[in-house]
T-cell receptor, first 115, second 115 residues
Framework: GQQLNQSPQSMFIQEGEDVSMNCTSS?????WLWYKQDPGEGPVLLIA?????ELTSNGRLTAQFGITRKDSFLNISASIPSDVGIYFC???????????????FGQGTILTVHP | EPEVTQTPSHQVTQMGQEVILRCVPI?????FYWYRQILGQKVEFLVS????????KSEIFDDQFSVERPDGSNFTLKIRSTKLEDSAMYFC?????????????FGPGTRLTVL
Protein backbone atom coordinates (compact mmCIF):
# COMPACT_ATOMS: atom_id res chain seq x y z
CA GLY A 1 0.00 0.00 0.00
CA GLN A 2 0.97 3.65 -0.14
CA GLN A 3 3.36 4.87 2.52
CA LEU A 4 4.38 8.27 3.80
CA ASN A 5 7.87 8.66 5.19
CA GLN A 6 7.99 11.42 7.76
CA SER A 7 11.14 12.93 9.21
CA PRO A 8 12.61 13.61 11.60
CA GLN A 9 11.15 11.11 14.09
CA SER A 10 11.74 13.49 16.96
CA MET A 11 13.08 16.96 17.61
CA PHE A 12 14.31 18.66 20.77
CA ILE A 13 14.48 22.41 20.42
CA GLN A 14 14.70 25.56 22.48
CA GLU A 15 11.77 27.92 22.75
CA GLY A 16 11.97 30.53 20.02
CA GLU A 17 13.66 28.29 17.47
CA ASP A 18 12.14 27.45 14.10
CA VAL A 19 11.20 23.87 13.25
CA SER A 20 10.92 22.07 9.96
CA MET A 21 9.59 18.60 9.24
CA ASN A 22 8.68 16.85 6.03
CA CYS A 23 6.94 13.93 4.43
CA THR A 24 7.81 12.10 1.26
CA SER A 25 6.12 9.41 -0.75
CA SER A 26 7.09 7.20 -3.65
CA UNK A 27 3.65 7.74 -5.17
CA UNK A 28 1.51 10.77 -5.83
CA UNK A 29 -0.81 12.23 -3.23
CA UNK A 30 -3.37 14.81 -4.33
CA UNK A 31 -4.19 16.12 -0.89
CA TRP A 32 -1.76 16.76 1.96
CA LEU A 33 -2.80 17.49 5.51
CA TRP A 34 -0.87 18.26 8.66
CA TYR A 35 -2.31 17.26 12.03
CA LYS A 36 -1.12 17.73 15.61
CA GLN A 37 -1.88 15.19 18.30
CA ASP A 38 -1.60 15.85 22.02
CA PRO A 39 -1.26 12.86 24.38
CA GLY A 40 -4.52 10.93 24.75
CA GLU A 41 -6.36 13.05 22.21
CA GLY A 42 -7.35 12.85 18.58
CA PRO A 43 -5.48 14.50 15.71
CA VAL A 44 -6.33 18.16 15.21
CA LEU A 45 -6.07 19.59 11.73
CA LEU A 46 -3.45 22.32 11.35
CA ILE A 47 -3.19 22.94 7.61
CA ALA A 48 -4.77 21.42 4.51
CA UNK A 49 -3.16 21.58 1.06
CA UNK A 50 -5.10 20.79 -2.09
CA UNK A 51 -2.97 22.00 -5.02
CA UNK A 52 0.56 21.10 -6.09
CA UNK A 53 2.90 23.98 -5.28
CA GLU A 54 0.47 25.51 -2.80
CA LEU A 55 2.04 27.32 0.15
CA THR A 56 -0.33 27.95 3.04
CA SER A 57 0.13 29.62 6.41
CA ASN A 58 -1.80 29.36 9.64
CA GLY A 59 -0.30 31.74 12.19
CA ARG A 60 3.25 30.57 12.90
CA LEU A 61 2.73 27.47 10.76
CA THR A 62 3.58 27.26 7.08
CA ALA A 63 3.14 24.20 4.91
CA GLN A 64 3.83 23.49 1.26
CA PHE A 65 2.48 20.92 -1.16
CA GLY A 66 5.41 19.81 -3.30
CA ILE A 67 5.32 20.38 -7.05
CA THR A 68 5.88 16.68 -7.74
CA ARG A 69 2.93 15.87 -5.42
CA LYS A 70 5.20 13.42 -3.63
CA ASP A 71 6.23 15.56 -0.70
CA SER A 72 5.18 18.23 1.76
CA PHE A 73 6.84 20.17 4.53
CA LEU A 74 5.65 21.93 7.66
CA ASN A 75 7.52 24.81 9.27
CA ILE A 76 6.84 26.22 12.72
CA SER A 77 8.41 29.59 13.42
CA ALA A 78 9.36 30.94 16.84
CA SER A 79 8.32 27.79 18.72
CA ILE A 80 6.60 28.04 22.10
CA PRO A 81 6.11 25.39 24.82
CA SER A 82 2.54 24.64 23.73
CA ASP A 83 3.85 23.48 20.34
CA VAL A 84 4.88 20.27 22.09
CA GLY A 85 3.13 17.24 20.65
CA ILE A 86 3.21 14.78 17.79
CA TYR A 87 2.86 16.14 14.28
CA PHE A 88 1.52 13.90 11.56
CA CYS A 89 1.38 14.39 7.85
CA UNK A 90 -1.48 12.67 6.08
CA UNK A 91 -2.37 12.34 2.45
CA UNK A 92 -4.89 11.04 0.03
CA UNK A 93 -4.22 9.90 -3.53
CA UNK A 94 -7.73 10.69 -4.64
CA UNK A 95 -8.32 13.63 -6.94
CA UNK A 96 -11.71 15.09 -7.55
CA UNK A 97 -15.00 14.10 -5.99
CA UNK A 98 -16.39 15.38 -2.74
CA UNK A 99 -14.39 13.24 -0.37
CA UNK A 100 -10.80 12.17 -0.57
CA UNK A 101 -11.61 8.94 1.25
CA UNK A 102 -9.04 7.22 3.39
CA UNK A 103 -6.06 9.11 4.70
CA UNK A 104 -2.62 7.59 4.88
CA PHE A 105 -0.64 8.90 7.83
CA GLY A 106 3.07 9.37 8.33
CA GLN A 107 4.82 7.94 11.37
CA GLY A 108 4.78 11.27 13.18
CA THR A 109 7.37 13.75 14.46
CA ILE A 110 7.59 14.11 18.24
CA LEU A 111 8.37 17.73 19.06
CA THR A 112 9.77 18.74 22.44
CA VAL A 113 10.27 22.42 23.19
CA HIS A 114 12.50 23.42 26.10
CA PRO A 115 11.59 26.75 27.74
CA GLU B 1 -17.35 25.09 17.15
CA PRO B 2 -18.94 21.73 16.25
CA GLU B 3 -16.86 18.69 17.07
CA VAL B 4 -16.88 14.93 16.78
CA THR B 5 -17.60 13.20 20.08
CA GLN B 6 -16.85 9.61 21.08
CA THR B 7 -17.97 7.35 23.90
CA PRO B 8 -16.70 5.77 26.00
CA SER B 9 -13.32 7.42 26.43
CA HIS B 10 -11.87 4.14 27.73
CA GLN B 11 -13.22 0.61 27.33
CA VAL B 12 -11.71 -2.42 28.99
CA THR B 13 -12.88 -5.83 27.83
CA GLN B 14 -12.00 -9.49 27.99
CA MET B 15 -10.64 -11.25 24.94
CA GLY B 16 -13.47 -12.75 22.92
CA GLN B 17 -16.06 -10.24 24.06
CA GLU B 18 -17.96 -7.93 21.73
CA VAL B 19 -17.49 -4.18 22.01
CA ILE B 20 -19.33 -1.28 20.45
CA LEU B 21 -17.60 2.05 20.13
CA ARG B 22 -19.82 5.05 19.59
CA CYS B 23 -19.32 8.29 17.73
CA VAL B 24 -21.44 11.34 17.08
CA PRO B 25 -20.12 13.00 13.91
CA ILE B 26 -20.50 16.71 13.19
CA UNK B 27 -24.15 17.22 12.38
CA UNK B 28 -24.04 18.34 8.74
CA UNK B 29 -21.30 15.92 7.72
CA UNK B 30 -21.97 13.14 5.26
CA UNK B 31 -18.81 11.02 5.32
CA PHE B 32 -17.75 9.03 8.34
CA TYR B 33 -14.54 7.16 9.13
CA TRP B 34 -12.90 4.95 11.70
CA TYR B 35 -9.16 4.90 12.27
CA ARG B 36 -7.09 3.19 14.90
CA GLN B 37 -3.73 3.92 16.49
CA ILE B 38 -1.81 1.25 18.31
CA LEU B 39 0.21 2.76 21.15
CA GLY B 40 3.26 4.58 19.82
CA GLN B 41 2.41 3.96 16.18
CA LYS B 42 0.83 5.90 13.37
CA VAL B 43 -2.84 6.35 12.72
CA GLU B 44 -4.26 3.68 10.39
CA PHE B 45 -7.40 3.82 8.30
CA LEU B 46 -10.08 1.19 8.99
CA VAL B 47 -13.22 2.10 7.08
CA SER B 48 -15.16 4.90 5.45
CA UNK B 49 -18.95 5.13 5.30
CA UNK B 50 -21.21 7.19 3.09
CA UNK B 51 -24.89 7.05 2.22
CA UNK B 52 -25.46 4.19 4.66
CA UNK B 53 -22.87 1.89 3.21
CA UNK B 54 -19.18 1.17 3.43
CA UNK B 55 -17.34 3.01 0.67
CA UNK B 56 -13.83 1.78 1.43
CA LYS B 57 -12.14 -0.47 3.97
CA SER B 58 -8.61 -1.55 4.77
CA GLU B 59 -7.22 -5.03 5.21
CA ILE B 60 -7.42 -4.50 8.97
CA PHE B 61 -11.21 -4.27 8.73
CA ASP B 62 -11.98 -7.97 8.56
CA ASP B 63 -15.18 -9.89 9.31
CA GLN B 64 -14.82 -9.21 13.03
CA PHE B 65 -15.52 -5.53 12.41
CA SER B 66 -18.75 -3.86 11.38
CA VAL B 67 -20.05 -0.32 11.24
CA GLU B 68 -23.52 1.05 11.50
CA ARG B 69 -25.38 4.33 11.53
CA PRO B 70 -28.36 3.24 13.63
CA ASP B 71 -30.02 6.66 13.68
CA GLY B 72 -29.47 10.16 12.35
CA SER B 73 -26.69 11.04 14.75
CA ASN B 74 -24.69 8.02 15.87
CA PHE B 75 -22.01 6.07 14.02
CA THR B 76 -20.79 2.87 15.64
CA LEU B 77 -17.91 0.45 15.27
CA LYS B 78 -18.50 -3.09 16.51
CA ILE B 79 -15.79 -5.62 17.12
CA ARG B 80 -17.46 -9.02 17.39
CA SER B 81 -14.85 -11.05 19.22
CA THR B 82 -12.01 -8.92 20.49
CA LYS B 83 -8.39 -10.05 20.33
CA LEU B 84 -5.43 -8.81 22.34
CA GLU B 85 -4.08 -7.08 19.23
CA ASP B 86 -7.26 -5.00 18.96
CA SER B 87 -6.01 -2.92 21.91
CA ALA B 88 -5.57 0.57 20.49
CA MET B 89 -7.01 4.06 20.33
CA TYR B 90 -9.95 4.17 17.95
CA PHE B 91 -10.71 7.49 16.32
CA CYS B 92 -13.89 8.44 14.56
CA UNK B 93 -13.73 11.18 11.95
CA UNK B 94 -16.27 12.93 9.77
CA UNK B 95 -16.22 15.24 6.79
CA UNK B 96 -18.80 17.37 5.02
CA UNK B 97 -17.88 16.33 1.53
CA UNK B 98 -16.63 19.45 -0.23
CA UNK B 99 -15.51 19.18 -3.82
CA UNK B 100 -11.71 19.03 -3.91
CA UNK B 101 -11.36 20.66 -0.46
CA UNK B 102 -12.86 18.12 1.90
CA UNK B 103 -11.48 18.01 5.45
CA UNK B 104 -11.73 15.22 8.01
CA UNK B 105 -12.24 16.17 11.64
CA PHE B 106 -11.28 13.67 14.32
CA GLY B 107 -12.89 12.85 17.63
CA PRO B 108 -10.91 12.49 20.88
CA GLY B 109 -10.78 8.72 20.58
CA THR B 110 -11.76 5.65 22.58
CA ARG B 111 -8.96 3.73 24.22
CA LEU B 112 -9.76 0.02 23.93
CA THR B 113 -7.90 -2.34 26.20
CA VAL B 114 -8.37 -6.06 25.61
CA LEU B 115 -7.25 -8.31 28.47
Amino acid sequence: GQQLNQSPQSMFIQEGEDVSMNCTSSSIFNTWLWYKQDPGEGPVLLIALYKAGELTSNGRLTAQFGITRKDSFLNISASIPSDVGIYFCAGSPRAGGTSYGKLTFGQGTILTVHP
Amino acid sequence: EPEVTQTPSHQVTQMGQEVILRCVPISNHLYFYWYRQILGQKVEFLVSFYNNEISEKSEIFDDQFSVERPDGSNFTLKIRSTKLEDSAMYFCASSKGSFLTDTQYFGPGTRLTVL
